[in-house]
C-alpha cells in the first residue's frame, strides 16, 4: 500500500515568508509526527498527533511554528515569518496507534527539504 | 536536545566485513530502534528492541540492549554495498506521557566499499 507522503519535496523560500509542508500519513494510521533534521541539531522532535487527544507541542522551537491535522488524517506544518535557522529536511512520520508506552514502527515519508534565503 | 549519542559518527568498511556502531541514551525508556536513512531522506525502520530484552536478531542484524549501562549496539553481518547509509538510534522514554516520540542519536555514517 502507499506510504507516507510528503509535500513539496523542496522548498526554497525568502526570509520572513510563511509556508506550509503537507504530510499524508498512512491510511488508517492513527498517531502522525512531525521532526526536522538539520546539520547542527540532528533529528529532533517537534509534534504528535493521536487520534483526538490534544497534540504534544512540546517539541515546537517558537510559536512562528504550529501544527494542524483535518479529520484525522492530513497534517499541515506551518512556519510563520521564517528564519535562516528554520532550514532543514522536516519529516513526517505515522504509526497505527501510537499507543503511550511506545513500541510501534514509525514509517517515514521522504521529507521537505526547506531552504530559507 | 538529543537524547543519545552514537559512535563511531562515521565508519567504513569493505564488502563482506562485519560493521559494529554503538547508541547511548540518558533516561530510561520502554523501547530503543534502530532506523537507517540514505541521502539524507526518509527513515526505514530495522529492529525494535524492548527494555526488558538484551539481544534481537533480524537477518543480518543483531541488537543488544544493555539498560544499566544506558547503551545499545547494532551489529550488520557480511555488509554489502547496498548497507551504505547513515543509522540512527531512537529511544522512547519510560514517562505515561511521552507516548511513542521518539528522540534520536546523532547517527553513524557507514559506507560500504565494493
Known amino acids: 500500500g502507499a506510504g507516507v507522503s510528503q509535500s513539496p519535496s523542496n522548498k526554497v523560500t525568502e526570509k520572513g515568508k510563511d509556508v506550509e509542508l503537507r504530510c499524508d500519513p498512512i491510511s488508517g494510521h492513527t498517531a502522525l509526527y512531525w521532526y526536522r533534521q538539520s546539520l547542527g541539531q540532528g533529528l529532533e522532535f517537534l509534534i504528535y498527533?493521536?487520534?483526538?487527544?490534544?497534540?504534544?507541542k512540546s517539541g515546537l522551537p517558537s510559536d512562528r511554528f504550529s501544527a494542524e491535522r483535518t479529520g484525522g488524517s492530513v497534517s499541515t506544518l506551518t512556519i510563520q515569518r521564517t528564519q535562516q535557522e528554520d532550514s532543514a529536511v522536516y519529516l513526517c512520520?505515522?504509526?497505527?496507534?501510537?499507543?503511550?508506552?511506545?513500541?510501534?514502527?514509525?514509517?517515514f515519508g521522504p521529507g521537505t527539504r526547506l531552504l530559507v534565503l | 536536545s538529543q537524547q543519545g549519542e552514537e559512535d563511531p559518527q562515521a565508519l567504513s568498511i569493505q564488502e563482506g566485513e562485519n560493521a559494529t556502531m554503538n547508541c547511548s541514551y540518558k533516561t530510561s525508556i520502554n523501547n530503543l530502534q534502530w532506523y537507517r536513512q540514505n541521502s539524507g531522506r526518509g527513515l526505514v525502520h530495522l529492529i525494535l528492541?524492548?527494555?526488558?530484552?538484551r539481544e534481537k536478531h533480524s537477518g543480518r542484524l543483531r541488537v543488544t540492549l544493555d539498560t544499566s549501562k544506558k547503551s545499545s549496539s547494532l551489529l550488520i553481518t557480511a555488509s554489502r554495498a547496498a548497507d551504505t547509509a547513515s543509522y540512527f538510534c531512537a529511544t522512547d522514554e519510560l514517562r505515561k506521557a511521552a507516548g511513542n516520540k521518539l528522540t534520536f542519536g546523532g547517527g553513524t555514517r557507514v559506507l560500504v566499499k565494493p
Open positions: 498527533f493521536q487520534g483526538n487527544s490534544a497534540p504534544d
Open positions: 528492541i524492548r527494555s526488558n530484552e
Open positions: 512520520a505515522s504509526s497505527r496507534f501510537g499507543l503511550a508506552g511506545g513500541g510501534e514502527t514509525q514509517y
